[in-house]
């Protein structure tokens, strides 16, 4: 389809009727740089959507009159980015395109208070309410699928979420990491006010909170002073240096594993932001579920996508009883069940097909504890006291430095009580039956008829449910994903929609 230039807002709509598809929305102010181009780039590799770049310099979001006139404006060249790097139409409205001075439909908006009340919000008074105002309306008249968004501009990145939530706009919103300039500056349209000097000065504060990064990954600790210190020596003037929690924006605690660490200076009449994200460990998925809800699939295509390890923590309880199992070993005395834990060696090796073997003791056990029989013990063995200490403290072991999804029924409420996004994945018992039938693996619970099998996952949710130790249950901060009548990818993409939404894409790529 032809590419097109949209000026007035009554031409959005006949634009939609004739493109007949969802679109990407990347709303800009100009003057596009190699981070706008990353997010024009992004969205037309993410999907087969349409494209629509804005660009509209918000006169609400800048509270110095001179600020707003000096905003540089490039509009051919920005034109010729846009269509050269994705962009299928162009939004360029007037101001009174977006804000008729006779329509009284039109309110400002007030941004999240929590939100808006830190960092840039101290000093820009009424520039995030500016934000949410021009966002909502330009929503509304576009009412994209997804809404492409930097997170340099992290704060914001919130606020507009928070936006999207609160209005119940039906909008994903996509994010990408900040994008940097060849000196390791956060590129910004106002980059071309610096002068020689001035930008030795931003490149001086940039490093410094590298700096800072990489002595708290060694440390696990930060100090603002020192900082502070540094850049004063430098005479730059800072407006502000936090160390917060990401999301909430609140004074970062020690049990945050993610925290952020975000300033701005000014540079002669330029004010600029950064910030890096702090990790103690990089991050953690726990998934847990009844028997038969599909965690196991989902959990391998999650850990395939984002690049993280698989726990499969249900495998490790089953070879631990096929090995009790086939040397005949009474697991009911403590003693002797005690003696053999301290022997047990469980480690998954990646095979020829990129699949996951389990070895106990050097047996390959991956297809053999499958079985009807193996898992017709497993929930008593893995109720017992000594075995889960074990096999908790191998899982956090193995968890220690993050960067795993695990699956199985203790992940969020024993193993990893800390991780950044619980899952309970769940399903109806039938659908549970149907999915164990079909599944060609498991050649015993083909020949079960179904009615048997599906009083089998009965008592195994009883028994995994209602044990002493460790039962399955949901942890109170777990979103719960009922999968019946959804598609293993709709379920997985799902859970990479919420990782992505708790997870900071620059710490992804890490």
Same mark, same amino acid.
């Given at each position: 389809?032809?590419?097109?230039?949209?000026?007035?807002?009554?031409?959005?709509?006949?634009?939609?009727?004739?493109?007949?598809?969802?679109?990407?929305?990347?709303?800009?102010?100009?003057?596009?740089?190699?981070?706008?181009?990353?997010?024009?780039?992004?969205?037309?590799?993410?999907?087969?959507?349409?494209?629509?770049?804005?660009?509209?310099?918000?006169?609400?979001?800048?509270?110095?009159?001179?600020?707003?006139?000096?905003?540089?404006?490039?509009?051919?060249?920005?034109?010729?980015?846009?269509?050269?790097?994705?962009?299928?139409?162009?939004?360029?409205?007037?101001?009174?395109?977006?804000?008729?001075?006779?329509?009284?439909?039109?309110?400002?908006?007030?941004?999240?208070?929590?939100?808006?009340?830190?960092?840039?919000?101290?000093?820009?008074?009424?520039?995030?309410?500016?934000?949410?105002?021009?966002?909502?309306?330009?929503?509304?008249?576009?009412?994209?699928?997804?809404?492409?968004?930097?997170?340099?501009?992290?704060?914001?990145?919130?606020?507009?979420?928070?936006?999207?939530?609160?209005?119940?706009?039906?909008?994903?919103?996509?994010?990408?990491?900040?994008?940097?300039?060849?000196?390791?500056?956060?590129?910004?349209?106002?980059?071309?006010?610096?002068?020689?000097?001035?930008?030795?000065?931003?490149?001086?504060?940039?490093?410094?909170?590298?700096?800072?990064?990489?002595?708290?990954?060694?440390?696990?600790?930060? #100090?603002? +002073?020192?900082?502070?210190? *540094? &850049?004063? %020596?430098? $005479?730059?003037?800072?407006? /502000? =240096?936090?160390?917060?929690?990401?999301?909430?924006?609140?004074?970062?605690?020690?049990?945050?594993?993610?925290?952020?660490?975000?300033?701005?200076?000014?540079?002669?009449?330029?004010?600029?932001?950064?910030?890096?994200?702090?990790?103690?460990?990089?991050?953690?998925?726990?998934?847990?579920?009844?028997?038969? #809800?599909? +965690?196991?699939?989902?959990? *391998? &295509?999650? %850990?395939? $996508?984002?690049?993280?390890? /698989? =726990?499969?923590?249900?495998?490790?309880?089953?070879?631990?009883?096929?090995?009790?199992?086939?040397?005949?070993?009474?697991?009911?005395?403590?003693?002797?069940?005690?003696?053999?834990?301290?022997?047990?060696?469980?480690?998954?090796?990646?095979?020829?097909?990129?699949?996951?073997?389990?070895?106990?003791?050097?047996?390959?056990?991956?297809?053999?504890?499958?079985?009807?029989?193996?898992?017709?013990?497993?929930?008593?063995?893995?109720?017992?006291?000594?075995?889960?200490?074990?096999?908790?403290?191998?899982?956090?072991?193995?968890?220690?430095?993050?960067?795993?999804?695990?699956?199985?029924?203790?992940?969020?409420?024993?193993?990893?009580?800390?991780?950044?996004?619980?899952?309970?994945?769940?399903?109806?018992?039938?659908?549970?039956?149907?999915?164990?039938?079909?599944?060609?693996?498991?050649?015993?619970?083909?020949?079960?008829?179904?009615?048997?099998?599906?009083?089998?996952?009965?008592?195994?949710?009883?028994?995994?449910?209602?044990?002493?130790?460790?039962?399955?249950?949901?942890?109170?901060?777990?979103?719960?994903?009922?999968?019946?009548?959804?598609?293993?990818?709709?379920?997985?993409?799902?859970?990479?929609?919420?990782?992505?939404?708790?997870?900071?894409?620059?710490?992804?790529?890490?």
């Amino acid at each position: 389809m032809k590419k097109v230039i949209i000026r007035k807002t009554e031409e959005i709509e006949n634009w939609k009727r004739n493109i007949n598809s969802e679109i990407n929305f990347i709303p800009t102010m100009g003057n596009l740089h190699n981070g706008h181009i990353k997010l024009i780039s992004t969205a037309k590799n993410d999907n087969s959507n349409f494209n629509l770049v804005s660009i509209f310099v918000n006169p609400l979001q800048f509270d110095n009159k001179s600020d707003l006139e000096n905003y540089p404006k490039t509009i051919d060249n920005d034109i010729k980015i846009s269509f050269a790097n994705g962009a299928d139409a162009i939004f360029i409205p007037s101001t009174e395109d977006i804000y008729p001075p006779n329509n009284k439909n039109i309110k400002l908006l007030k941004a999240s208070t929590e939100l808006s009340s830190a960092l840039c919000g101290l000093n820009r008074i009424g520039h995030f309410d500016g934000v949410c105002t021009v966002v909502y309306r330009l929503l509304n008249l576009i009412k994209p699928k997804n809404l492409y968004l930097g997170e340099k501009d992290w704060q914001q990145l919130l606020i507009l979420k928070n936006l999207v939530l609160t209005h119940k706009l039906n909008v994903a919103i996509k994010s990408i990491p900040t994008q940097r300039d060849f000196d390791g500056i956060p590129l910004s349209s106002r980059n071309v006010h610096l002068s020689k000097n001035e930008r030795k000065l931003i490149r001086f504060f940039s490093n410094e909170l590298l700096v800072a990064k990489t002595k708290f990954q060694q440390e696990k600790k930060i #100090s603002l +002073k020192e900082i502070i210190k *540094k &850049l004063s %020596a430098e $005479k730059i003037s800072i407006e /502000y =240096l936090e160390h917060l929690h990401p999301h909430t924006l609140q004074q970062s605690r020690f049990e945050d594993n993610i925290s952020i660490l975000a300033g701005a200076i000014r540079c002669g009449e330029t004010r600029l932001i950064d910030h890096v994200f702090l990790m103690k460990r990089r991050p953690i998925i726990a998934i847990d579920g009844p028997a038969g #809800s599909g +965690k196991s699939t989902v959990t *391998k &295509l999650i %850990a395939k $996508k984002l690049k993280l390890l /698989y =726990l499969d923590t249900g495998a490790m309880y089953r070879a631990l009883s096929w090995l009790l199992k086939k040397e005949n070993i009474d697991y009911k005395k403590e003693k002797i069940l005690q003696n053999i834990l301290k022997d047990i060696s469980i480690v998954f090796k990646s095979n020829e097909n990129s699949h996951q073997d389990v070895f106990i003791n050097n047996y390959c056990v991956t297809e053999e504890i499958r079985s009807q029989e193996i898992s017709s013990i497993v929930s008593k063995i893995s109720s017992i006291k000594e075995v889960r200490k074990f096999l908790v403290e191998e899982q956090r072991k193995i968890g220690a430095s993050g960067g795993l999804v695990a699956e199985g029924r203790d992940i969020g409420t024993t193993v990893f009580p800390d991780a950044e996004l619980k899952i309970f994945l769940t399903a109806s018992i039938d659908e549970r039956a149907k999915r164990r039938k079909s599944d060609k693996k498991s050649k015993d619970s083909q020949e079960i008829d179904l009615h048997t099998l599906k009083e089998l996952i009965k008592k195994r949710d009883f028994e995994d449910s209602n044990r002493e130790i460790s039962p399955l249950i949901k942890a109170n901060d777990a979103i719960e994903i009922i999968t019946d009548g959804f598609s293993i990818n709709e379920v997985v993409d799902k859970i990479i929609d919420l990782y992505n939404d708790k997870i900071p894409k620059e710490t992804q790529i890490q």
